[in-house]
C-alpha cells in the first residue's frame, strides 16, 4: 500500500513541460538580459608560430570581434529597449486600469445607495 | 540523467560562464521543465509558474560564476525554486488560487497507475502547507533523498521526514477507495 | 501663378488650422521636489516610437500580451506621472492644478468625476473628441498617499481598458489585507553545494 501511494505520486509528479511559446521567450530573455554578458573573453593563447603571422591574425580576428560584438551589442539594445517599452506600456496600462476601476467602483457605489434611498425608482 | 548526460551539461556549464549563449541556452533547455513543474504545482497557475520560472532563470544568469557543476545547478535550481514559491505563497496566503490548471493526462501511465488517481493526488498536493508541499514534489517529483530536501528548505531532517510521513498517510485516507491501478478500476 | 495658389494658401493657413484642432497631449509639470519626497514615483513616457517598439516585443499568443496590443493599436503616446507618499498630504493640490487647467481648454469633456469617501480618492476622467471620436483621455487620480495623471493619445477604447485589471495580476478580491501579520520572507540560498556522491 506505501509502494503504491508512493508510486502514484511519482506518476502524478511527473515534470510536465512549458508551452513552446514560454521556452522560446525565456530563451530571448535570458539570452537579452545584461547579466548575460561575457564576464571576460580572456587572453588570446600562446603560440609557438611565428610573430608577424601571429600578430596579422590577431589583428583580423580583433576587427571581426569588434564589428560582430558592435552589431551583437547593437541588436541587444534594440531588444533592452523593446523590452522595456513592453515593460512601460504594461505598467501604464496597470495603473490606469487600476484608477478607471476605482472611479468605477466610486459610481457603483454611490448608484447603490441612490437606490437604497429611492427604492421606488 | 546519465553520466554522459551530466558530462555534456557540465561542459556547457563552463562554456555558459564565460559567456557563450548557446550553451547557456542549452542549459535553460535542460532544466526548464523541472524548474517549470515545480513552480507549477507549488504555486498551481500557469502564469504564476512562468513568472517565476523566468526570474528564477535571469537570477542564474547573474549567479553562473557561484555554480561549480551541473549537479550543483540542479540543485541550486531546486532549491531558488522552492523557496522563492514558499515566500510568493506566504504573501498571497489569503488569495483563494484556482486548482491547478496543468494538462492532465487522460491515459494510464506506463506504470499502470490510475490517471483519476494521479488528478486526484496532485490536487491533495495544492491542500498541504507550502512547506510539507515542497517536500512531497522534491523528493517525488525531483527524486531528492531527505538529507538534500532538508539542505535545500533549511529545514531540521527530522522536519521533512515528519512531512513526508504525515502527508502521505493523508493522503492515503483521502485516496481510500479510488483504484490505484487502471485495472482496478470497476467495468 | 494657379499652380502656387493651393501650397500658399495652406501654407499660410496651416499654423491656424493646426491651432484650431484640438491637442490631446497635455503639458506635463516637473513636479519638482515631489520625487524625493514620493517612497515610489512612476514616469512613463511612450510616443508613438516607443508605442511602436513596444508593440513588436509584445506577443500575439499570450492573453495579456494581446489584449494590450489590441489597446495600443489606434495609440499615439501614453504618459503617466504617479508620485506615491508615506504620509498623507504630502503633495498640494496645486501640484495637480496645472493639468487639471489645461482640461479646461476646448475640446476636453469631462466624463466623470468621481469622489470616494471610503477610499478618499477624487478620480476625474476627460476625453477629447475630434469628430465624434475619442482623440484623447486624461485622467488624474488623488488620494490621501498618492496622486496619478495619465494622458492618452489616440483611439482608446474605455471598456477594453478597463477589463485589462483582472489581467494584470491584480487580483479582485474583497479580502481585508490590514489584518495580515507581516512575515519576514525565506532567504533565497544558493550557494551550498550538495555533497558530492
Redo the contacts between chains.
Sequence with gaps: MNQDIESGMRSALRPVAPSDEFSRKLLARVAADPQARPKSYGLMPRSARPLAWWLATSLAACLVLAVGIERHLEQQRLQQSGLEARREVLQALRVTSQKLNLAFEAVKSQSTSLADEKPGL | MNDAGFDVLDEYLAKA?????AA??SL??AH???V??LA??MLGTR?L???L??DV???L???L??I??N??LG??LR??TT??A??QL??R???QLTSLD??QELFC?E?G?DPL???H??AL?SDLSPQARAV??L???EDLDP??IA?AL?MPINTVKSHLKRS?ET??EK?GGIP??CEDQPT | MRKYTMPMLLALLGPALAWAAPNPKLVMPEFPGLAQKASESVTITLDPTLLSMAGRFLDGNDPQDAATKEIIKGLRGIYVRSYTFDKDTEYAQSDIDAVRSQLSAPGWNRLVETHSRKTRANVDIYIMIDHDQAVGLALIASEPRQFTIVNIIGAIDLDKLHKLEGQFGVPKLDIDESKTPAQEPRKERGSAPPPKS
Design positions: 560562464r564565460s559567456g557563450e549563449r547557456l541556452a535553460v533547455r526548464q521543465r523541472s517549470y513543474s507549477l504545482r502564469d509558474a512562468e513568472d520560472t523566468q532563470f535571469m537570477q544568469n547573474g549567479n560564476s557561484t561549480e557543476s549537479r550543483h540543485f541550486w532549491q531558488v523557496n522563492r514558499i515566500d506566504r504573501r496566503s489569503r488569495v496543468e494538462e501511465a506504470d497507475t488517481l494521479q488528478r493526488l496532485r498536493l512531497l514534489l523528493r517525488y517529483q538529507m538534500d539542505r533549511d502521505l493522503m492515503r485516496t490505484m491501478r
